[in-house]
């Protein structure tokens, strides 16, 4: 398990996979176990790194994880089985804005897939967490870029940066959640869903 771990961020480096930063993946690793959380949805899969640690927090942990590029979703499988959690990982190839997820309850959402859909990702998906469940982002700095969007030159860049704005506002000012962003790795966002909603 640990060697296949130190495999997959070698291959992430090698091909340029975007996986979690370590400080981050070690927060949420935590953060499962103090929060006694069952039950995860994770979008945005690529090679399976996130899933397969949040897997191992915990032997109860359950995840489901939506991928929509082919070649990660393989590459994917193949890692969960590797480690022997395909009992508990469950990797679905599909695009989290087009699927229709069955009547089930998560007690953690984890967005980490395309930056400029977070809101679209978040309204979507809140109606299925647990009472009090959290949703849990990743990249809310976007490697700095966040912080120093008038140093931009592109416009494509500027325009997801500017999404992610918006997206931090969006939560700022979200009634139904509470909202901790944390400055660890690349930025967490932290929104637990509040009582009586
Ligand atoms: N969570 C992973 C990294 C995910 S990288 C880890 O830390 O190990 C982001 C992934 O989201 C990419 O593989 C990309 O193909 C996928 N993605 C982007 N938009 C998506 C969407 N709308 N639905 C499903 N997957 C998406
Ligand atoms: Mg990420």
Sequence with gaps: MKEKILEMEKYAKDYNVPIIEKASISYIMQFIK???IKNILEIGSAIGYSSILMASASEDVKVTTIERDQNRYMECLKNVKACELEKRINVVCQDALELNLADVSYDLIFIDAAKGQYTKFFEKYKH????????????????????????IASKNL??????????????????????TFLDVGDGLSVSVLKDGK
């Design 158 to 179: 500027k325009q997801l940066v500017g999404k992610l704005e918006n997206y931090i506002e969006f939560l700022k000012n979200n009634e139904e959640f509470e909202t």
């Design 128 to 151: 299925f967490l647990t009472d009090r469940g959290v949703i849990i982002s990743d990249n809310i700095k976007f490697h700095g870029h966040v912080a120093n969007k008038d140093k």
């Design 34 to 36: 103090e929060n006694n």
